[in-house]
């Protein structure tokens, strides 16, 4: 059973910069495709990005050039680097990850696709 435990989330002003943290444990190869989705208040969940087996990565139109996901399998870490953070990027973010192996891991893949979701941790920007 992968457990997955978010970190990093706070207050910034507009322009500023966060790294979301996502430890796991008991990797296998089923958690092949891991990610990073977000909820605001009021809205539907949305993907942001997601990262394979091999560091390919993919992102949500929104993010792309702001955001960098990454991974360090040695520290059982996900990542989750935020840049110029704007008002519309408040919401509460999950790091999620495959409960089966995916042959195509990509930010189009809905919540359904991800078996395993960490707690959420809160980000919040004012302008």
């Known amino acids: 059973q992968l457990q997955l435990v978010e970190s990093g989330g706070g207050s910034v002003q507009a322009g500023g910069s966060l790294r979301l943290s996502c430890e796991f444990s008991a990797y296998t190869s089923s958690n092949n495709c891991m990610g990073w989705f977000r909820q605001a208040p009021g809205k539907e969940r949305e993907g942001v990005a997601t990262i394979d087996a091999d560091g390919d990565s993919s992102y949500a139109d929104s993010v792309k050039g702001r955001f960098t996901i990454s991974k360090d399998i040695a520290k059982n870490t996900l990542y989750l680097e935020m840049n110029n953070l704007e008002p519309e990027d408040t919401a509460m973010y999950y790091c999620?990850?495959?409960?089966?192996?995916?042959?195509?891991?990509?930010?189009?893949?809905?919540?359904?696709?991800?078996?395993?979701w960490g707690q959420g941790t809160q980000v919040s920007v004012s302008s």
């Open positions: 999620v990850a495959s409960r089966v192996y995916l042959v195509w891991c990509h930010i189009s893949l809905g919540e359904t696709d991800f078996g395993y």
